[in-house]
């Protein structure tokens, strides 16, 4: 009796923001390109701040989106429907409302760096996407941090530390320079395999595809 090969695995680099709807977008869709080929990926996330320079009480989403990229009030409504509907395909809740906020995000970049050392980062980040997106939580308040650590299954204490002390604050910004010198300007941005870089949210197919050559370069 023979042993069945293990499955596949792809490294998968993801330069995000846990404040960038996109990112969550692209994440679903990559996980559906994985299981549609029956393969496992060893995901890390990479830390991009889209707005480094927001202050602590952060600013209305749709003033901010109006004052960054132009955009009327109909477009952002229409913009926001849209990432809605794509969101319930994707099986993940989005919802936005007149009061939602962009917040700074370096405090959770420090989180989340932390926990790539503890093997948990994945689970922070989806529990960062959750508790902005769904549950319209302020990720920049570090209560809100705190209880999303804890459902990564991580020591909020220890992570306590973590803020007050700075200690991955450096960490963050040098990882951040690196794939700023690299020409990542705007996330989602993956790197497939070490070698080939997609951005934006690129739809399950896509991903199939350099999934595809991945596995076979690697063959």
Known sequence: MT???????????????????????????????????????????????LNPNMPSEGQNLREHITEKYGSTTEQSEQARARLTDLGTELGFTFNFNDESRIVNTFSAHQLLDWSETKGRQHPLKLALFDAYFTQ??????????????????????????????????????????????????????????GKYLLTGAQGTETYVQVLQRCLTEAA
């Open 3 to 49: 042993t069945p090969d293990p499955s596949p695995v792809v490294q998968v680099d993801i330069v995000s923001d846990v404040v960038c709807p996109w990112c969550i977008v692209g994440f679903r869709q990559l996980d559906l390109a994985l299981q549609q080929l029956g393969i496992l990926a060893r995901l890390r996330w990479h830390p991009f701040e």
């Open 136 to 193: 319209q939580q302020d990720v920049s308040d570090p209560q809100v941090l705190l209880a999303a650590v804890e459902t990564a299954g991580l020591d909020a204490q220890t992570a306590h530390t973590v803020l007050e002390t700075g200690s991955q604050a450096d960490s963050v910004r040098q990882k951040q320079q690196v794939w700023t010198s690299r020409g990542v300007s705007g996330v989602p941005s993956m790197v497939f395999g």
